[in-house]
């Protein structure tokens, strides 16, 4: 049998003319429901008005004075967004733009996902010879799909070499797939995550003058290759306007990440295994630092405090072991507990953390701007109707003094635990 | 060059200092990363330190190098240029000739171009180990610093790189000390002539003071009207997290520390 839906146009009439005889039988048939009206047995009419009527596609409740209720299985065959996009295949692309995005944490960050955007503007330029997008990744990565950034073709290295803070190593990489594809323009991200350096260390060595800092590309017939950029220069104070060279460093909003399509995202492999080159530079690895001598503006994970903390040095002790940035809000700064320095919110600092702990805050509108750009948030609070817990990914409601000790139970077992297996 | 245990107590240092230009007023100053450069080279114990500059000589940018000067030296090399001169042959000679054991630079320089490449071009091209955005030297033992790299979110990683070696210096270096004018007025420059070799390229592009950036707009792509609604309609804060009422406290924390296992943040 067909999926396809089969009108009988006899039924449909017979649907839509109240007075046949065989009305309220083809209604059940095809309504695939409770009949909105029956005989009643004083001879009349009843009329269940909550039994008119569907569920459309987007949840709403439709109406269909016609008749027949098409659609009526409901609002759950609604397909995810992500699989109504067109996938895109490119299998024979006129030329490569390759891009390094930062992945940091193992994730497409805003700003690789808006190189992509970008490369992606170049590369579909023209429709009669697209180009691919080559994505050029190193270390294990979390993305679920690589394809919804716009990537056509994945070099993946993964191998040992190329870990940790290995420029020349990932460098030599690089160098071998300029040898294989020769991509058209290398784009790496100007950030600090690592982009910065391996593109500037990517172009001395390819003796290309890049152009960096640059947060706008536009085409223009008389460049060279066909693009002008405006790009950044003197700490920031210059728009310097040039023709886009081979290899560009580009700033976050660059261009429009690519929304409406998938890609295909290919395996690539490079033909040789890499070269296990000698590094002149050694990586000791990462330096434990102390929480409290970090910034507040650049903390990671920070535990805050509010008017709902009791006990103090408990809650010190707490940051101690969970290794988290102390905050505060308002109320506990003006009541002295802790230094102004360390408040949360629009009159203090605006925090970027990725995790963040608010233990006995209510959520002043102030103290939530602040906290704007934290992806998680978790709430200790008293108060079940408190704004924070509205703004939290957990929120647990209660004493927070015993559930900040409980905590600190916690996790002192759990590296108990790991000390004794080790 | 190999690195002899003899010249620990020698190391010799050179900083490469450039006319930086105040954010506000945009007058020539000591560059910021630059001064940081030559504070860290000051914190080295038994290290000859030796600026370098390379570039124009006029009176606002003289005036912006007795500022490194005041740092407590005596003199400053400088290698005259014209102006928008590309300075990397003039540089590249000089620290060839004079092969000190650890070149400092900034990350990128506060006027010109601003990209950033001198001390890749320069490691390059000496064939020298490049280490960026450090943000201290812990030790530098027989040849061989063990450097500390700053990384974003104020983390550190250690590194450990073998002589002569170029370094850049990242924001989180030390405050650089004030410049004293006593010894800022006292200091002489000692003036060569250098290769000068002009940069075309730069001269044929066009540069404007930066304008503002666009804002982004947030665009709202949705299929169908009840969408396009509830997201112009929906609060800024959605209330979709997980609430946890009447749990003991035990359990609570043990959600909490699933939560904080799962973002990586316990160390």
């Not at chain 1, 009949?35 to 987007?58: C, I, M, T």
């Not at chain 2, 590249?92 to 900034?106: C, K, N, Q």
Request: glycine share 10%; net charge negative; charged share 25%.
């Amino acid at each position: 049998m067909s999926d396809l839906p089969r009108r009988d146009p006899r039924q449909e009439w017979i649907a839509r003319n109240r007075l046949h005889p065989r009305h309220a039988e083809v209604l059940q048939e095809m309504g695939r429901g409770a009949a909105s009206e029956w005989w009643g047995p004083g001879g009349l009419v009843r009329r269940n008005p909550h039994a008119v009527g569907f569920v459309g596609p987007n949840g709403v409740k439709r109406i269909d004075r016609s008749g027949t209720q098409q659609g009526a299985c409901g609002g759950g065959t609604a397909t995810p967004i992500a699989e109504r996009k067109p996938l895109v295949e490119i299998d024979a692309p006129a030329f490569m733009i390759a891009v390094v995005p930062d992945m940091a944490g193992g994730r497409l960050s805003g700003h690789d996902r808006d190189l992509f955007g970008l490369a992606r503007q170049l590369a579909d330029a023209d429709p009669a010879a697209r180009g691919a997008v080559v994505a050029v990744i190193f270390g294990p990565h979390k993305e679920a799909d690589v394809g919804e950034a716009g990537i056509d073709r994945l070099l993946h290295l993964d191998s040992p070499e190329v870990a940790g803070y290995a420029p020349e190593a990932r460098l030599g990489a690089l160098i071998m797939a300029e040898e294989t594809w020769s991509p058209r323009h290398w784009l790496l991200p100007d950030s600090k995550l690592g982009g910065g350096e391996l593109g500037r260390r990517l172009a001395v060595r390819l003796g290309e003058r890049p152009a960096t800092g640059v947060w706008q590309v536009e085409a223009d017939a008389e460049a060279a290759t066909g693009w002008h950029c405006t790009a950044r220069g003197a700490a920031g104070s210059l728009d310097i306007r040039r023709p886009l060279p081979r290899i560009a460093l580009a700033l976050a909003e660059c261009a429009e990440p690519v929304s409406e399509t998938r890609h295909a995202a290919v395996e690539l492999a490079l033909p040789q295994p890499l070269p296990s080159t000698l590094s002149r530079i050694q990586d000791l690895g990462q330096v434990s630092v102390d929480p409290s001598g970090v910034a507040l503006s650049e903390a990671e994970f920070i535990l805050s405090a509010g008017n709902g903390v009791k006990d103090w040095q408990g809650f010190h002790h707490a940051a101690e072991v969970l290794g988290a940035t102390e905050g505060a809000s308002r109320v506990a700064v003006d009541d002295g507990f802790m230094a102004r320095d360390r408040q949360v919110g629009a009159t203090g600092t605006w925090v970027t953390a990725r995790v963040y702990v608010a233990v006995g805050i209510s959520g002043a509108i102030q103290h939530l701007q602040g906290i704007q750009t934290c992806d998680k948030v978790v709430a200790i609070n008293m108060d079940p109707g408190c704004d924070m817990i509205k703004r939290a990914d957990l929120a647990v409601i209660g004493d927070s003094t015993q559930i900040l000790e409980a905590l600190v139970t916690l996790v002192a077992q759990a590296r108990e635990e790991k000390r004794d297996a080790a | 060059m190999q690195p002899e245990s003899a010249m620990t107590p020698g190391l010799e240092v050179t900083v490469l200092v450039s006319v930086g230009r105040h954010p506000l007023t945009g007058r020539a100053r000591r560059a910021d990363q630059d001064a940081r450069g030559v504070e860290l080279a000051r914190s080295l114990a038994d290290a000859q330190v030796r600026l370098l500059h390379a570039g124009m000589r006029d009176e606002s940018s003289e005036a912006a190098l007795r500022g490194y000067l005041g740092m407590g030296f005596t003199e400053l090399s400088l290698l005259e240029q014209s102006e928008g001169a590309d300075v990397l042959p003039a540089l590249a000679e000089a620290l060839d000739a004079a092969s000190p054991h650890l070149v400092i630079t900034g990350e990128r320089a506060e006027r010109g171009e601003g990209s950033g490449l001198l001390p890749y071009l320069l490691a390059e091209r000496l064939g020298w180990p490049l280490v960026s955005g450090l943000a201290a030297v812990e030790s530098v033992e027989d040849g061989v610093a063990t450097l500390l790299q700053a990384l974003p979110r104020g983390q550190r990683r250690r590194l450990k790189v073998r002589l002569p070696v170029i370094v850049t210096v990242d924001d989180a270096a030390p405050a650089p000390r004030q410049s004293a004018y006593g010894p800022a007025r006292r200091g002489a420059f000692e003036a060569t002539a250098g290769p000068v070799s002009a940069d075309d390229e730069w001269a044929s592009w066009h540069v404007q003071p930066a304008r503002p950036r666009p804002k982004r707009l947030k665009i709202v792509k949705a299929a169908s009207a009840r969408d396009r609604f509830k997201a112009a309609a929906a609060k800024a804060e959605g209330g979709s997290g997980q609430v946890l009422t009447d749990v003991t406290p035990t359990q609570g924390a043990e959600a909490i520390l699933t939560l904080l296992r799962e973002e990586d943040v316990l160390r």
